[in-house]
């Protein structure tokens, strides 16, 4: 009866669902001469990432980091400069893989909640059934699939299939944003900032409820947040960004309760304290994250570090494993050159 | 320590041909010398409201208040076109949550500062300047003395946020005001922001009121804090009472589901609903449809704010009022 | 839960949607506004009664148009017969005005239409895609922008000749450029929203997005912009027949007669007047029904 079956799984529990390569992405900064200045915004440096099946990734940094713009580069509304993509096997956008609309079936996303995430001029259920409609679902099944979807984010469809979304609260029109992402039944959900414009009640009816789907649909997540409590609370592994590269990688237990790059310690640090007798005295780094447009040589962040050396300006740190987590640090890479690296 | 600020019975209303939005329904609070009162509520609270109303800041047209607002004894909802100008800026200042708009962008954030002391305080334009060097320096502003010729534009969000608490402080004002300065900052920088507001609020010993969505930025920069919810303060108390034992069901919720260290694998607790339509006023509990308690009395009148012990005073039925010598 | 008799209205209250409000799709919205703005409404009445009027002509019983005699030249406002009085050639005024009507408002209203349709696909099509298309169609259309349209228009009019036709085609592509770069504008604006990138990311094709999620948010704003310009449409019309390279005598047409009446300032000067009067009455009638429209379309609902 429903033509848009569920995807299988082809590769088995052990393949990555998800693997990137080397994703660059640099945007042109406009004005000067002929529109160009010759200078770009480097969003994404040679970022790899890999997502296993059925687990909550999580990605973490602040404003400039290029995590919206990994999100981007995922789902392929961005077109990367340079890098590649494989889903379950398949090399994404290449000629012996599946094409970028195939990936878009598998791979959805979820946006911010905000007045420009639903057409304000189409009713939610015509909303929902614009994606099972253009895959060539009928009219029929697609108002089906709109009711199944309402409910399973928790809206009565007798009464907000035909609402628009002004009238609607911002905790609902953001499950509808999910409502839509699932819609053509993926296997990989990316949430770009779901839950981070919503009120922090609503925010915790709908991590509950990203948590059941989760397991009642089998979905992989890639989480992206600035919020650090709720990455640690959804998350199975946890990426944290700085300006473009990956500086830290590993289990959420890891990361959070060993944190070995100085800038994950600094962000762990700078959440507000919730104990009114333990007060955060000092700030973790002073400064404010820098422009993406000319970032530091070598190490990103040697300009916030206060273990900056010599060391850092001239190479980039690779991000090398340290048993639990992979951190990009030249403290944490034996023989270095780094006064608090080991001697190798 | 006297009192600065005083809101008795503070009712804000919105008139529109379309409808009326009855945004704060009843507000009093102290605020006084030296301490930091935060105001914590979600979306449609009221809080940026009450807090914008003790400047009188909405258009007069469609905004319709009653109550009091007395700041060291003078009335402010009464107040004339002259002496309210006097108030803002001088004795009262305020800094918002998005610094770039709170700034001209042609003028040079030197130029505006100095501007603001020149036409509060008459002082010269070296004076002025000087006292503008001395305020970014005052705020961890670096290399303030080339900053003054920065530009809103040129700076960082975090450097533009200092920028505008130096100008909140360039007249000495005895009461600041913060409707959600730190919202829009990265979390390394929010720290920092909020590091300085507490500092500079023991340096110069003004009174704050800060109001906030995040639990965890109102837990660190207040000495007591004010849950408001549908255009009331439900529940008022110091902050460690608040964090350890807070009574109302609102609250309760606020901080059960509010997410943090340690709830990984738990579900969280969350309120079932959403918050009120402020067009409708209720004839109970504005929270009874969302609250896991409620009774008959809830829903047949709004209930009073009563005072538990501790200072703490908390807005709803099931709490029993203190009785003399007899904890609650 | 200690729920009681109250039960059944919590729980009502918790199902009730929040922030419900009385307005239902947009454009019902938007004609509500309309309806409740009084110079709109009277825009539109008076324009509805210049348009039927013009229509209806031959059905009104008024006098031939083109009925000339040389006894009843100039004839002032209220002589028997003559209600408008007579033009310099002795044709009834108040025929000619209501017949000059049905050339000024189809010269005013087609060439926009004919621009909507043209520069609203090259515009919303620059918009949308982006890129080197948007710069090949924007800066062709910046050379044409570059000419004060009087001037383009005067020119084009003057390149291929006076007449009727000449003239809708050279307004017609005066109006092109200003209408394509709204619609660009605008499209540039919608694509960026998240609901745009949302329906791309489902996979659909270009031309269903944009059927769907981008004219439904980019028609309001250019048409806005379009009953503007008929204002300007009919002024130029009435300008490029006054000087001669519009519509042919005898034809009636409002500019056509303001040039034809110019000697009779010195006689009759509320004669020589009124054609001018009518081109101000409707085009400032467009101008107030485009300035309703727009605040009507404005809030965010």
Known sequence: MDSLLPLEDRGGPAQPLLLASGLRKHFPVPGGLLGRSGKVVRAVDDLSLSVAKGETLGVVGESGCGKSTVARLLIRLIKPDRGTMVLDGDPVDEPHGITVNELRRQVQMVFQDSYASLNPRLTIGETLAFAPKAHGLPAAEARARVRDLLDKVGLDPINYAERYPHELSGGQRQRVNIARALALRPRLVILDEAVSALDKSVEAQVLNMLVDLKTELGLTYIFISHDLNVVQYLSDRVLVMYLGKIVELGSVEAIYGNPQHPYTRALLSARPSMDPRRRTKEAPIQGDPPNPIDPPSGCRFRTRCPFAEDVCARFEPPLADTGAQAVACHMRVAGSGHSKAATS | ?328 | MAVQSPAVDIAAALVRPTAASASRGYWPSVGRRLRRDPVTLLCVGVLLLVVLASVAAPLLGLADPYKTSMLRRLYPLGSPNHLLGTDELGRDMFARLIYGGRLSLFMGVTPVVCALLVGGMLGITAGFVGGKVNMAIMRVMDVFYAFPSVLLAISLSGAMGAGTENTLLSLTLVFIPPICRVSESVTTQVRGFDFVDAARASGASALTIVRVHVLGNVLGPILVYATSLISVAIILAAGLSFLGLGVKPPEPEWGLMLNTLRQAIYVNPVLAALPGVMIFITSICFNLMSDGLRAAMDVKA
């Open chain 2, 1 to 328: 320590m006297s009192d600065l600020l005083q809101v008795r019975d503070l009712h804000v209303t919105f008139v529109t041909p379309d409808r009326t939005v009855n945004a704060v329904n009843g507000v009093s609070f102290d605020v006084r010398r030296g301490e930091t009162l935060g105001i914590l509520g979600e979306s449609g609270s009221g809080k940026s409201v009450t807090l914008r109303s003790i400047l009188r800041l909405h258009p007069e047209r469609r905004t319709r208040w009653s109550g009091s607002i007395k700041l060291e004894g003078d009335e402010i909802l009464t107040m004339g076109r002259s002496a309210l100008s006097d108030l803002r800026g001088q004795r009262v200042a305020m800094i918002f949550q998005e610094p770039a708009t709170a700034f001209d962008p042609v003028f040079t954030i030197g130029h505006q500062i100095a501007e603001t002391v020149r036409r509060h305080t008459g002082k010269g334009e070296a004076d002025s300047w000087s006292r503008a060097r001395d305020l970014l320096e005052m705020v961890r502003i670096p290399s303030p003395a080339q900053r003054l010729r920065a530009y809103p534009h040129e700076m960082s969000g975090g450097m533009r946020q200092r920028a505008m608490i130096a100008l909140a402080l360039s007249c000495n004002p005895s009461l600041l005001l913060a409707d959600e300065p730190t919202t829009a900052l990265d979390a390394t920088v929010q720290i920092q922001v909020l590091l300085l507001i507490r500092e500079l609020q023991r340096e110069l010993d003004v009174g704050v009121i800060f109001v906030t969505h995040d639990i965890g930025v109102a837990v660190e920069v207040s000495d007591r804090i004010g849950v408001m919810y549908a255009g009331k303060i439900v529940e008022l108390a110091p902050v460690e009472q608040m964090v350890d034992a807070p009574r109302h069901p609102y609250s309760r919720g606020l901080l059960a589901s509010t997410v943090h260290d340690g709830m990984r694998g738990q579900r969280l607790e969350a309120i079932p609903g959403a918050p009120p339509d402020l067009a409708e006023v209720p004839t109970g509990c504005s929270f009874a449809p969302r609250c896991g308690f409620v009774q008959a009395s809830c829903v047949a009148r709004p209930p009073e704010l009563r005072e538990m012990g501790g200072s703490h005073l908390v807005r709803c039925v099931l709490v029993e009022p203190l009785k003399e010598g007899v904890a609650a």
